[in-house]
């Protein structure tokens, strides 16, 4: 893809381009995220719909939920030693 030059507004508007649009598949109402890195700024669209986009994706690997219990189980034992 080609690099393309871009005008900001006086609102501090930008337009992107129309080849750079349909590449990314950005309709009217999307939302995209910025981001700064370095020197430059990274803009990515966000999943239509994000909740069914993320949702598993901690499916792999240990749970954290099930950790998280774990722990708490272990500390109410330590504290029921500790009065005892």
Do not use: W, Y
């Not at 239509?48 to 708490?72: K, M, W, Y």
């Amino acid at each position: 893809m080609q690099r393309s030059i871009i005008t900001v507004s006086g609102r501090g508007q930008i337009v992107i381009p129309r080849q750079i649009r349909n590449h990314l598949n950005i309709k009217p109402g999307r939302k995209l995220t910025i981001k700064v890195e370095g020197d430059s700024a990274v803009m990515t669209p966000l999943p239509d719909d994000p909740v069914g986009h993320f949702c598993g994706i901690f499916r792999e690997g240990p749970s954290l939920t099930e950790a998280l219990l774990d722990q708490r189980r272990k500390d109410r034992r330590d504290e029921d030693e500790k009065s005892a």
